[in-house]
């Protein structure tokens, strides 16, 4: 367990490859994620890339004004479909296009990408949609 931001950070910046596992893998209270965001801003993308991470913080993140942190939650399996749908809007074309390689993307997120103005982003979308095989 993260027992605060500092923690965090401390384990991220290591050298001792075990200790980055745990900035990776470990959980942490969502007072203790909003404190690395608030007052470690350079940590904001490792923040969601942390495999526990709770649907609430990447909302936050998703809105986070460096395009970097955006893409990193949008590689986030875990994602709900209303988030998707925020990250499919992005104004940047490279957080569209990660959604669009999301393995957990939904096929209505995918159908929106398929008209988007980066045809990288459509023809990776198009492609989804034709190798996958979708419930919903």
């Known amino acids: 367990m993260i027992d605060s931001a ?15 596992y745990r900035a990776a893998h470990d959980a942490a209270a969502v007072t203790v994620w909003r404190a690395v965001i608030e007052k470690y ?14 649907v609430e ?12 942190v955006r893409v990193a939650v949008a590689m986030k399996r875990k994602l709900p479909e209303a988030l998707q749908l925020v990250l499919a809007g992005d104004p940047d074309e490279g957080v569209r296009h990660r ?12 159908q929106m990408l ?23």
């Open 6 to 20: 500092a923690d965090f950070v401390r384990l991220r910046t290591s050298e001792i490859p075990g200790e980055q």
């Open 41 to 54: 801003p350079d940590m904001r993308e490792w923040v969601a890339c942390n495999k526990t991470v709770p």
């Open 57 to 68: 913080v990447l909302e936050e993140l998703s809105r986070d004004p460096d395009s970097r």
């Open 99 to 110: 959604i669009a390689c999301n393995k957990k993307v939904t096929k209505h997120v995918l």
């Open 114 to 136: 398929t008209d988007d103005d980066q045809s990288f982003v459509r023809e990776t979308a198009v492609r989804r949609l034709e190798e996958e095989d979708f419930v919903a």
